[in-house]
């Protein structure tokens, strides 16, 4: 049992999805155990240029005083050789070293957004609250923004192995002054730590207005005819520039706490290392540093002004990597909007409603058999989405009262390879996807391409076919934008059509066509569901005249409950209020 959306046929991967994070904590840890290789071998190698980018000042202090000041040429020779060395291990270290971590990176961004999108599509559904362009929004940007988790704890590692070595050449040349360092470093990140909150949060309500102003686009884009059908273009528009304006003032308001952010921790550093050049300077003068390792001091304060800013851009990274990686969290742990059984389906899927109730249905008894064509009129839109939410399995056991079978199985029972194996519901609003006539009508089902004919001639869309230079292979653009609505809903309807299961459930197939094109229509699905082996059954839930008068029986809910069950004929005669409901 399913929808007619072939996306739900895009997840069945055979890979076992791999557990959801419970924690914003726990995908991060999962997120460097599960790239370790790459992330290892990247904070080896830029640790190593980091220690050989410290050791630059240390090097030339030395060969100030082994060579320079004494004038060994020999000793200079052995110094600028090593200096060589030195700053080959270097330069080559920091392009291996950041390659093996942007790899990791960008694997990571992929793994998330793979997992984001089989959550999103899972057929299953999901109930994290996030509006379809706001799950976009995840699956792309916070996917991105979250991987950088790599990146921040590689650059960390890599920073402090560069403290590290700073404050142990600083020692080897006066204890005093590595203690200085080594105490003043840790205190000044502690400084840092508080701000970098105010980021995390920053970044956090950035990212959330972001992903609302794209879901309100995606929803204006998908009803941009409707729009301007109905002249709202422009309170469509104040609305977008609404949200818009707030994804920018949040934007604005994150992006000032990282300049902030940025300016405090440059400043910071540079007071912290102006004290550290002049108590080496004050202690040159005083005869404690000879010139060599003045030089190494004030070389390796200047040095050390790098890895304490980059510590402040880790802190950075960790905070809008820690905002995204809520949001995916959010999404990844979101519940089923469908928790299915394990059970198979009978051989022949009979569907019955017994007693049943949910939402504004009451006490709905209501079969379909193999072979039947069933007609159900209902007099208020939200009895019509109840009954089709039941059927394909979307609705909460909690929620139902009375029973609901196929195969004599209850619905919720059946795993899901049996639900889409034995019911398919092509509801009113199916969507079609950008490519080909041909990708679209075959997406899920293995038809070829005389099946795929007859589905288009059942719907009456022949034409789509013949009409056009590369037939089945017609270009389909974005949201089928080059269909009018009638071609695209007689496109969806062959589509459930040629998959041709046991049980088709259609929600008003007609309303974008004309009434010869109905009639059509309605002569085409009776054909094609009638006299196949074995026998399928068929349900519309439609008040159109040329559907329902082919039904074996037509059965009206008015207000939630069964109030007659007849023939279209009969109840024209009979009904004047059915009469009135179906008849234009």
Known sequence: MTTGTPVAEAVRTPAEPPAAPATVRALGGRTLRRNRAHVL???????????????????????????????????????????AVLFTVLATAYRTGARFTLRAVENEAH????????????????????????????ATSDAEQAAQYVRAWSSAIAVAVAIIVTTVALLAVDVPLGLGVLVGVPLLMLLLRFPAA??????????????????????????????????????????????????????????????LYRGLVTAASAVFLACVAGTAGWMALNGRLSVGE????????????????????????????????????????????????????????????????????????????????????????????????????????????????????????????????????????????????????????DAGEPRLLEALRSAA???????????????????????SGGQRQRVALARALAADPPVLVLHDPTTAVDAVTEEAIARGVAAARAGTVPARATLVVANSPALLARADRVVVLVRGRVRRTGTHARLVEEDQAYGEAVLR
């Open 41 to 83: 071998a990247g904070v080896v190698l830029l640790s190593l240029h980091q220690a050989a980018e410290a050791l630059v000042p240390v090097a030339i202090g030395l060969t100030i005083d082994w060579a320079v000041v004494p004038g060994d040429v020999r000793a200079l020779a052995v110094c600028v050789a090593g200096t």
């Open 111 to 138: 793994l998330l957004r793979v997992e984001a999108a089989r959550r999103a599509l899972d057929p299953r559904g999901e109930r994290s609250g996030l509006r379809a362009g706001e799950v976009l929004s995840v």
């Open 198 to 259: 105010r980021i995390t949060r920053r970044s956090e309500v950035k990212q959330a207005t972001a992903a609302g102003a794209t879901a309100l686009a995606t929803d204006l884009v998908s009803g941009l005819r409707v729009l301007m059908g109905i002249n709202a273009r422009h309170n469509a528009a104040n609305r977008y520039r609404e949200a818009s304006t707030r994804a920018l003032e949040a934007s604005v308001g994150a992006a000032a706490s990282n300049g």
């Open 294 to 445: 003045l030089v190494i001091v004030v070389g390796l304060a200047q040095f050390l002004a790098e890895p304490v800013q980059a510590l402040g851009m880790v802190g950075q990274l960790f905070a809008t990597a820690r905002a995204s990686a809520r949001r995916l969290v959010r999404l990844l742990n979101a519940p089923d909007a469908v928790t299915p059984g394990n059970r198979s389906c009978g051989e022949e899927p009979l569907v019955a409603l017994t007693g049943v109730g949910y939402r504004t249905l009451r006490d709905v008894d209501l079969e379909l058999a193999p072979g039947e064509l069933v007609g159900v009129v209902t007099t208020d839109p939200r009895d019509a989405e109840a009954l089709l939410e039941l059927l394909s399995g979307r609705a909460e056991p909690e929620e139902v009262r009375g029973t609901v079978t196929v195969g004599g199985v209850p619905v919720h029972e059946l795993g899901l390879d049996a639900l889409r194996g034995a019911v398919l519901v092509e509801e009113h609003g199916a969507a079609l996807f950008e490519g080909s006539l041909r990708s679209n009508l075959a997406v899920g089902t």
């Open 461 to 483: 869309a022949e034409d789509l076919v013949s009409g056009h230079s590369q037939g089945l292979d017609r270009p389909i653009a974005d949201r089928a934008a080059n269909l």
